[in-house]
């Protein structure tokens, strides 16, 4: 939810101070990419040859110098034969080196370097020998220095050193779109998971406790240093931004849920002082967990449990350690983005970045622009939450309500290759899509079986938006390829023209602004008929309730076009 609080700003901001701009003009201003856009955000050379199997990442943060001392291994597998590598790791942190620990043939270790040239944001590395296709092999790497820091976290990303209200340290990091390679070096490329997991130690004053993905394996104090080591570990995949230390004067409180795999471990970190608000606000957890298991199938991390740590952020979808930092409130910070009402009911926060768990975490996209998958169907999560605890009708309104916030000034998918997401409209025009999708379907058990088995087909991979949209079309038995791209590849949305003759009970229909072939099915409440407008006229005799379900809006309730109504 990187963007999210910028764009409802900029929304405002257009919306109530500037003239209106169509969208051609705002589409007029190409974006010019780097040389450095296409090393982070392609698949090349110096990476495809390789596939990571796992991080085990060591980190030490100094809270008053604002640097870290860290250690990674990484270990890998060739896909095909190589021996130059890319690394990510951004400016200002530094290598130290790079190498291999290695056997001699008495059984000795020793550690044989690796040479590298560190530049722009990226290490260029050169394996002594050439790693043949289906060999293992392990890089690791000491770094050191002052990590960006996050001014305005998690939208501008970075290291975050910030203190609580006692003026204790309260450290973190948030770093989704900017990177993981801005505090440890690693293959920075969605498209690549460590399919083995990853394990984080974290070594901080023992006045401090440190928290990170997955479970807890040990803490380990050394009285003479006044410093504990905390070594966290998941052991599924999980996205390079993912993988998160939480620093600060931190107390634990636990729970279970049994779910549709058994017994889930829940686990709540907090600041001290905020221990009782926390027990009663997280209740909330368990509420979301059994209406996201009906609606999208088992929780995809039973084996890392289930957290919600206390972050000094707004929030963001860290895998099995959810960032949250929604101040103990319902809605989002206490105001309801739907302008529905609905959203003040419970907490945007838990409900929006736990539904990544399985929209972003368990299925990835392997390229940012494609970001849609996660935001859509995490923002949608929303409108089931609503769904499964206060009925349908709450939930049109909710999901409809968020399209006050859509600004249509650019296309929901960004530009591939080049590590760059598309609008800030993949989350509240992203969810209307789906909504629109879904009662285009008209058969709730059909849309439901359709999101269960996207989290399991898809379980722990990384996909594209081509695979989403062919998967659903197969799915549904029916071909929504130029619903996808009217809403996701461009800016327009469908107006339905038409005429009600009450006299006669005839409806006269069709599209305009769409893309061609645009196939949009309209479905009549309560009767079930239904239209397939085209850019043509059509005409079709409905009884007197069809009419006036019609005349009274009921389409755009449920279906994100906009109406010219032509009365007669």
């Known amino acids: 939810m990187k963007t999210f609080v910028q764009f409802v700003l900029v929304a405002i901001i257009i919306f109530c101070s500037t003239p209106i701009i169509s969208s051609a003009q705002l589409m007029k201003d190409k974006e010019v990419f780097t040389h450095a856009d296409t090393l982070r955000g392609s698949n090349n050379e110096n990476r495809d040859w390789w596939d990571v199997l796992r991080y085990d990442i060591n980190v030490k943060p100094d809270f008053t110098k604002k640097e870290i001392e860290g250690a990674i291994f990484i270990k890998c597998i060739a896909v095909k034969d190589g021996n130059i590598l890319q690394l990510d790791l951004q400016k200002p942190l530094i290598v130290a080196q790079i190498g291999e620990k290695k056997y001699n043939k008495k059984g000795d270790t020793f550690f044989e370097h690796y040479s590298f040239e560190q530049r722009e944001d990226i290490v260029i590395v050169t394996i002594n020998n050439t790693i043949k296709k289906g060999e293992t092999f392990c890089l690791s790497i000491n770094y050191h220095g002052k990590p960006r820091e996050a001014i305005t976290p998690p939208w501008d990303g970075g290291w975050i050193w910030k203190k609580d209200k006692q003026d204790r340290p309260w450290m973190s990091v948030a770093c989704q779109g900017l990177g993981a390679s801005v505090w440890y070096p690693c293959k920075d490329y969605q498209g690549d998971e460590p399919d083995s997991g990853a394990s984080l130690s974290i070594i901080v004053p023992d006045t401090l406790v440190a928290v990170a993905n997955g479970k807890l394996l040990s803490n380990i104090t050394s009285h003479n240093s006044r410093l504990t080591e905390y070594k966290w570990e998941v052991k599924n995949p999980i996205n390079n931004y993912n993988i998160v230390p939480y620093i600060g004067k931190y107390v634990n409180f636990t729970d279970t849920f049994m779910g549709e795999k ?77 302008f529905s009402g609905w959203g003040n009911k419970w907490d945007y926060i838990i409900v929006h970045e736990s539904g990544h768990e399985w929209f972003g975490n368990n299925i990835t996209t392997k390229d940012i622009a494609d970001m849609w998958v996660h935001e859509g ?116 949305i469908p107006e339905l023209e038409f005429t009600a003759d009450t006299i006669t009970n005839t409806l006269s229909y069709k599209w305009n602004n769409t893309v061609d072939s645009f196939n949009l099915r309209i479905v009549i409440q309560p009767s079930g008929k239904y ?38």
Not at 298 to 317: I, N, Q, R, S, T
Not at 550 to 559: L, Q, R
């Open 262 to 338: 058994g017994k889930l471990n829940l686990s709540y970190w907090v600041l001290d002082y905020n221990l009782e608000k926390a027990k009663e606000q997280f209740k909330q957890a368990k509420l979301m967990l059994r209406a996201f298991e009906y609606w999208f199938g088992p929780y995809p991390f039973y084996e890392d449990d289930y957290k919600l740590v206390e972050a000094p952020h707004l929030g963001m979808e860290h895998q099995s350690a959810i960032a949250y930092g929604n101040q103990f409130k319902n809605g989002y910070l206490g105001r309801d983005l739907s």
């Open 377 to 492: 169907f995490t923002t949608y999560s929303e409108t089931l939450f609503t769904e499964y605890y206060y009925g349908q009708k709450a939930a049109n309104e909710y999901n409809r309500g968020m399209r006050f916030n859509v600004l249509n000034n650019k296309n929901i998918i960004g530009t591939y290759g080049v590590n760059k997401e598309g609008s800030e409209d993949m989350y509240f025009k992203g969810s209307n899509m789906i909504h629109t999708i879904r009662h285009s379907l008209n058969n709730d058990s059909l849309f439901r079986t359709i999101l269960r088995s996207l989290n399991k087909t898809f379980y722990h991979q990384t996909v594209t938006t081509q695979e989403i949209e062919s998967y659903i079309n197969k799915m549904s038995g029916m071909n929504f390829t130029p619903i996808f791209n009217q809403y996701l590849r461009t800016t327009n």
């Open 531 to 568: 239209l397939i407008p085209t850019n043509s006229l059509q005409s079709i005799h409905l009884t007197k309730e069809e009419i006036d379900w019609i005349i009274n809006k009921g389409i755009s309730k449920e279906f994100y076009i906009k109406e010219k109504s032509l009365k007669k």
